[in-house]
């Protein structure tokens, strides 16, 4: 059975950084896409990063370009979301998701299949 735990959230200072983890398990392969998306408190949820399994392209929403990375170690099943400079805006309760059917990775929610339980950021001064 596919599963997905994120973790690494926080608290974190304006201008901080924080690394996000998400493991994934029991994929019958590692041909699949990974999603990062957040949901602040009375908003909708936004898509942020992808990262697409067969190619390692990834794709990044205009909120986080230049700020977020996130990046794939294969044998671990494990996939990073790396994000610094933070502000008080990036905070939201962010979920990583799988999607094993499209060929690239996508910002758009309603592609992806399985969903972690996801993990609160909070910046604040």
């Known amino acids: 059975q596919a599963q997905i735990v994120e973790s690494g959230g926080g608290s974190v200072h304006p201008g901080g950084s924080l690394r996000l983890s998400c493991v994934t398990s029991?994929?019958?392969?590692?041909?699949?896409?990974i999603g990062w998306f957040r949901q602040a408190p009375g908003k909708e949820r936004e898509g942020i990063a992808c990262i697409s399994g067969s190619s390692g392209g990834t794709v990044y929403d205009d909120s986080v370009k230049g700020r977020f990375t996130t990046s794939r170690d294969v044998a671990k099943g494990t996939t990073y979301l790396q994000m610094n400079s933070l502000t008080p805006e990036d905070t939201a309760v962010y979920s990583c998701?799988?999607?094993?059917?499209?060929?690239?990775?996508?910002?758009?929610?309603?592609?992806?299949?399985?969903w972690g339980q996801g993990t609160q950021v909070t910046v604040s001064s």
């Open positions: 029991g994929f019958t392969s590692d041909d699949y896409n």
């Open positions: 998701t799988a999607d094993v059917t499209w060929p690239y990775c996508s910002l758009s929610p309603q592609l992806y299949d399985y």
